[in-house]
């Protein structure tokens, strides 16, 4: 057994090596061959490269839980991470256009972009026509005669402004359009009261969501050079965006987690009607249990079929490795009800259609007020003011002729949907009622661009009135105007010099107001 078992060993290691030799021949040969080719692959790489889906790493745990937080089990794209989701993270191009392939807006630092949320007011100064666009080809909508007025929609194109037309609460009807810069002036907002169909746009104001009641387009802009960036199927849920022009609506789309992707653009508007907030919705993958906690004291409440539908219940909180969530039941067994289920077991989907009606037990509610008259805005506004006068010594009359002229007499979208009189935005967190995202013409360095920018919502206006007071005595570029707070007007000229606006004329704007109304008596 040994000499054989030696010679077999013999015999093996010259076939080793009779094998090793041409292989290690072959093996050099084809490395060095790919070195030698390596240049010409990576150049081919460098003309295009198609990004891959990666799986999501799963992130520490946050406050809340939206749409398109990764922890809830889809593959992405790679792309750039997000920033600050409070921050604006959506830029159109002037005009009102979304970027498509090959084209991008510049990204503005925060410091260098200025908001426009004050209501620009323009007023017919003989009679004009309504047109259809900037240029030479377009049509007459109707004529409007003189001292009709007008919403100012963005800058100039042309030699034309674009508008939205309040109509003349008879024949003429309202409605976006273009008019002659030289046919138009720019005024003060008219107060509650005195234009009928101004006071008549404000009570009804675009819906915060709509919903597509046929198949319908997404548009990268609201003109007729506008591409197509996809197509939405019957009943797609849109957030409005808050801008309308020509006969569409800037909207944000969240995709449906297959071949459309998220993003903003132009819907026309007679496609879509009004709907509710459809909330955050998922669906399990498998079969799964629904808790009555997250610790290890909680009881099973049921099993859940696979691919039922969970809506999130707003504002939960991630806890462990469950989610609060609200199930609708089935009809039979399974009662309707708020519960716990893994949040490994779930992934996102589009909302169902119809929605359940089962109302959320955490939605926030707003005190919605009206005025009809500049008395009553000033008397409700003034006493709020007051309050805040003796806390922050921000004089009151200040604080009535700004919420005026930035809140448009309380008519303005944010106003009416936030509560926010003074477009305070929620860079440094939300208001009592949460964020208000509303689109919004703003000044660049490189030109007007509409941004989308997070507002804080807030439960009252006398809310909105305190933080007001709070944002100047907790800003040191205010301390000047603070100090010189016994005299009104020259506090309205201090903040102004301090970059308050970039309106040259804002201080003399407030002290018109002032004096109009004479709002010094709620500095005592």
Avoid at 3 to 32: N, Q
Avoid at 427 to 456: C, K, M, Y
Wanted: aromatic share 8%; charged share 15%.
């Amino acid at each position: 057994m040994t000499d054989v078992y030696r010679a077999s060993e013999s015999t093996a290691k010259r076939w080793s090596r009779g094998l090793f030799v041409p292989l290690l021949f072959v093996t050099t040969t084809a490395i060095a061959a790919g070195c030698l080719r390596e240049p010409e692959v990576q150049t081919a790489h460098a003309v295009r490269t198609t990004p891959l889906a990666m799986p999501t790493a799963t992130p520490p745990p946050a406050a809340t839980l939206s749409q398109d937080d990764p922890r809830l089990g889809m593959s992405v794209l790679a792309g750039q991470p997000l920033g600050d989701a409070l921050t604006s993270s959506v830029q159109v191009l002037p005009g009102g256009n979304v970027p498509t392939d090959g084209e991008s807006a510049v990204a503005t630092p925060p410091e260098q972009v200025l908001p426009t949320t004050v209501t620009q007011w323009a007023k017919s100064s003989s009679a004009t026509t309504l047109w259809s666009g900037p240029d030479a080809g377009a049509y007459a909508f109707t004529s409007v005669p003189e001292g009709s007025f007008f919403r100012v929609a963005g800058p100039p194109n042309a030699d034309r402004l674009p508008v939205y037309y309040v109509g003349d609460g008879l024949l003429r009807m309202p409605g976006d359009g273009w008019v002659d810069v030289n046919s138009v002036n720019t005024v003060d907002a008219p107060a509650p009261g005195q234009v009928p169909a101004v006071d008549a746009d404000a009570r009804n104001p675009l819906p915060v969501w709509v919903e597509a009641h046929r198949a319908t387009q997404l548009w990268s802009g609201p003109d007729e050079n506008a591409v197509q960036l996809t197509d939405l199927p019957q009943w797609t849920f849109l957030k409005v965006a808050g801008v309308e022009l020509n006969g569409r609506i800037l909207v944000n789309y969240a995709g449906d987690y297959a071949s459309r992707q998220a993003g903003i653009g132009w819907v026309d508007q007679n496609s879509v009607g009004p709907s509710g907030d459809p909330g955050v919705w998922v669906s399990n993958f498998k079969a799964t249990p629904l808790w009555s906690g997250v610790d290890g004291q909680a009881v099973k409440f049921t099993d859940l079929p696979q691919w039922t539908k969970l809506r999130i219940v707003e504002g939960t909180q991630i806890d462990g490795d469950r989610m609060e969530i609200e199930y609708f039941g089935d009809g039979f067994t399974r009662q309707p009800g708020m519960a716990w289920v893994a949040l490994a077991d779930i992934g996102p989907i589009t909302p169902p259609v119809p929605l359940p009606s089962m109302p959320s037990a955490s939605a926030v509610q707003t005190q919605q007020q009206s005025f009809g008259s500049p008395t009553e805005f000033i008397a409700t506004v003034g006493a709020a003011a007051q309050r805040s006068f003796k806390q922050t010594g921000v004089p009151a009359s200040v604080t009535v002729a700004q919420a005026i002229l930035e809140s448009d007499w309380g008519r303005s979208r944010l106003t009416r949907q936030g509560n926010n009189l003074f477009g305070i935005k929620a860079l440094n967190g939300p208001g009592s009622a949460g964020i208000v995202t509303l689109a919004t013409w703003e000044h660049t360095p490189s030109g007007d661009v509409i941004v989308q920018a997070p507002f804080r919502a807030y439960q009252t206006l006398e809310q909105s009135i305190d933080d007001h007071g709070r944002f100047f005595t907790s800003n040191r570029r205010y301390s000047a105007a603070l100090a010189a707070a016994g005299d009104a007007q020259a506090f309205a000229r201090a903040i102004q010099y301090a970059g308050y606006a970039t309106d040259p004329n804002y201080a003399s704007k407030l002290i018109g107001l002032m004096d109009k109304y004479n709002l010094y008596r709620f500095d005592t």
